[in-house]
């Protein structure tokens, strides 16, 4: 439980550093590096979703991330074909996305690149960071996470 709560606060300075400007400068290496990590920890929680079927789990993280970030617009699993498979907003659970964005973050399979995009989201502009999943032992693309985070 505490390991979560380093991670949320970490994840938080990171997150207000990049709401101040992150259109006018291209992430620090140490930004990219926290939001890197934040990440990874999301992509822990979804391995061992798959792994031990704890669906609990996965969604207290979401939720953890939903209460710290008080800016966040999204935060999600995607399966391979785009369904999401949790979401920080449970009335979205089960529904398939198939836009533009979404397709950049399936085609995404390098795990060692964190994919920004700046999106606009009901007239909002909204920084997304995403990276791929994979297991461990079978190697698999079990999907993506994503987080969306509003600048204004």
Do not use: W
Request: charged letters at 25%.
């Amino acid at each position: 439980m505490k390991k979560s709560y380093i991670i949320i606060f970490v994840f938080f300075i990171c997150i207000s550093s990049i709401n101040s400007n992150a259109n006018e400068t291209p992430l620090t290496k140490l930004e990219d590096d926290l939001l890197k990590y934040v990440i990874e920890s999301m992509q822990s929680s979804v391995v061992d979703y798959y792994k031990y079927d704890d669906q609990i789990k996965l969604f207290e993280h979401l939720n953890h991330i939903n209460s710290a970030i008080t800016s966040l617009s999204y935060a999600m699993v995607l399966s391979p074909d785009g369904k999401i498979i949790a979401h920080n907003d449970i009335l979205k659970l089960s529904s398939k996305v198939n836009d533009e964005a979404t397709k950049k973050v399936l085609d995404n399979r390098d795990e060692s690149y964190v994919l920004i995009q700046n999106l606009k989201l009901d007239n909002r502009d909204v920084l997304e960071i995403s990276l791929p999943v994979y297991s461990v032992e079978p190697r698999k693309y079990l999907g993506a996470v994503r987080l969306g985070i509003y600048l204004n």
